[in-house]
């Protein structure tokens, strides 16, 4: 049944500051373009009461090249990405997963700080943020902290984002090497990931994967396989120790290795 | 709270996190917008907010606070997607319909097959197999005339 609405309360604050005082004296949940808040009141299953509109904060949504560093506002939705000159210019990989998420529906709300903020294994940014070794803006109403995207999750779903903290932006510094993203669903549009990896063809190769364990991860350890020369064979002996899927309703474990496994053979391939 | 609905000023008061389209559909009255799978994937209850498609199952009322909505009612009865969509048998069951229609409005004049077949990526059809879709949507964008006034 559906979560009834009337128990709901929601915080409007018109600026960031505004915001950022609400949220060190309540407790509040953030809603940005609420793509997967609002899924849990059509199913009943939202926990939380009092939640705060963070989307009528425009200047959360500026996407700039600041110096070396492409840093883009925790609340520019997938089609504001998608249509972003400095972000196809920089961060093609980006734009790719971008597109693949839901329909146009879904890329008009839906925000990268969402995507991060929701923090699921399957979210399909996630993998590229790890490999362009972004860093996460948070700021609370005292001040501003830089954390590095690798550092971010602590487990399924968790992450060190404080209770009073706000994700503001997402930075990436300048990125060498050819960029690949893959995204293996049900179907091509309108689908959760089952697996999705990103790769960068770097001097140091990178990889990340998503669904194939409680959060995203890097595969540090088929990245050095891969950098010292390592058959590819080999290579993929070393992805399948690295990553540890499960089965659930969107596939199988052994489904998500044997996918996983392709989609390294391919990035290699194609990348070359 | 104050709005734009189909091009006329409106003022409503509902719950701010009431979803957009229980406002539409029991305050205003508007049922041509429907309700599908409730989690982004169907896109039936697609209206227009600001000129952009959005499921109006999944945004909070207080979202389109001061934006421009659009609703398959304000396209009026004579609209050539309409007229198409009955020539080519583009909707059998219907409830798709209103969000294919929608999403439509928002291609470019003489917009292709593809470019068509992705704008309509989050629209869900269980009865017609997408091909009649295809064509009225093409029907209408060669004569230009799938844009409405968002």
Same mark, same amino acid.
């Given at each position: ?63 700039a ?27 093609p ?9 839901g ?140 990553i ?29 | ?16 996190? +009431?979803? *957009? ?11 041509? #917008?429907? =309700? %599908?799978? &409730?989690? @982004? ?14 499921? +109006?199952? *999944?945004v ?10 659009? #609703?398959? =009612? %304000?396209l &009026?009865? @004579? ?18 319909t ?34 009649a ?13 799938a844009?409405?006034?968002?």
């Amino acid at each position: 049944m559906r979560t009834a609405i009337s128990a709901l309360e929601l915080r409007q604050p018109s600026t960031l500051d505004e915001a950022l005082r609400m949220m060190r004296d309540e407790k509040l949940v953030p809603l940005a373009g609420t793509t997967d808040v609002y899924v849990s009141v059509n199913f009943g299953t939202l926990t939380a009461q009092r939640f705060i509109d963070l989307w009528p904060l425009d200047p959360l949504r500026e996407i700039a090249v600041r110096g070396s560093v492409l840093s883009i506002g925790a609340l520019a939705s997938y089609t504001t990405i998608i249509r972003s000159p400095d972000v196809n210019a920089r961060l093609p990989m980006l734009i790719e997963s971008a597109r693949q998420i839901g329909g146009a529906q879904i890329q008009n709300r839906g925000t990268l700080g969402g995507n991060i903020a929701n923090g699921s294994p399957a979210g399909d940014t996630l993998p590229v943020l790890a490999v362009a070794e972004a860093v996460l803006v948070l700021r609370t109403i005292d001040g501003e902290r830089r954390v590095p995207f690798s550092q971010f999750y602590t487990g399924y779903r968790a992450s060190v984002l404080r209770p009073d903290e706000l994700i503001v932006a997402v930075e990436f510094g300048p990125l060498e090497g050819r960029q690949w993203f893959r995204k293996v669903g049900t179907r091509a549009a309108q689908a959760i990931s089952k697996v999705v990896m990103a790769g960068v063809r770097g001097p140091l190769p990178r990889i990340a994967l998503g669904s194939v364990a409680a959060t995203v991860v890097r595969l540090p350890l088929t990245e050095r396989a891969l950098a010292s020369g390592t058959a590819i064979d080999d290579a993929e002996r070393v992805l399948q120790s690295e990553i540890k899927p499960l089965d659930d309703v969107r596939s199988t474990a052994e489904y998500r290795r044997r996918v996983a496994g392709n989609l390294l053979r391919r990035f290699w391939a194609e990348s070359a | 709270m104050r709005f734009t609905l189909n091009g006329k000023a409106a003022n409503v008061a509902a719950h701010p996190m +009431a979803r *957009l389209l229980d406002v539409l559909r029991e305050e205003c009255g508007l049922t041509g #917008t429907k =309700e %599908g799978c &409730g989690e @982004g994937e169907c896109g039936a209850c697609t209206v227009l907010v600001d000129g952009e498609p959005v499921c +109006a199952c *999944l945004v909070p009322f207080a979202q389109v606070a001061d934006q421009r909505v659009v #609703t398959i =009612e %304000g396209l &009026g009865d @004579g609209h050539p997607l309409q007229h198409h969509f009955l020539n080519e048998a583009g909707a059998q069951c219907g409830i798709c319909t209103p969000g294919m229609i929608m999403v439509a409005c928002t291609l470019p004049p003489n917009a292709s097959l593809d470019e068509i077949r992705t704008a309509l990526a989050g629209n869900l059809c269980r009865c017609t197999g997408y091909e009649a879709i295809y064509r009225a949507i093409a029907k209408a964008a060669e004569q230009g005339a799938a844009r409405v006034a968002t």
